[in-house]
């Protein structure tokens, strides 16, 4: 069973900067494409960042310029540099990627989460 595991998170002060990672394990065939989503409390779950297994990237227009998306394949790991950081950009953060277990299985697959809080 595939599993992601995120660290990475914590508590730092406006201006300064975090970086999570999210590493994938257990039946890996290939990843596809892998992304950061957030969800503040009371919020919807929002996407921040993707990143394609060819390296292009999106980015949310509240991140653009401050958050950076990258992955190494090798290690099967996805990371999201967040610098510049603002406290509206407290929320758990979650990596989401899709997974393929055998060339012609695929799924989408999530972590548990990891607490970003950002003090003003």
């Known amino acids: 069973q595939v599993q992601l595991v995120e660290s990475g998170g914590g508590l730092v002060q406006a201006g300064g900067s975090l970086r999570l990672s999210c590493a994938a394990s257990?039946?890996?065939?290939?990843?596809?494409?892998m992304a950061w989503h957030r969800q503040a409390p009371g919020q919807q779950r929002e996407l921040v960042a993707t990143?394609?297994?060819?390296?292009?990237?999106n980015y949310a227009d509240s991140v653009k310029g401050r958050f950076t998306i990258s992955r190494d394949n090798a290690k099967r790991t996805v990371y999201l540099q967040m610098n510049s950081l603002k406290p509206e950009d407290t929320a758990v953060y979650y990596c989401?990627?899709?997974?393929?277990?055998?060339?012609?299985?695929?799924?989408?697959?999530w972590g548990q989460g990891t607490q970003v809080t950002v003090s003003s």
């Open positions: 989401n990627c899709n997974v393929q277990t055998t060339p012609w299985t695929r799924a989408d697959v």
């Open positions: 990143i394609t297994r060819g390296g292009s990237t």
């Open positions: 257990g039946g890996v065939f290939t990843i596809n494409d």
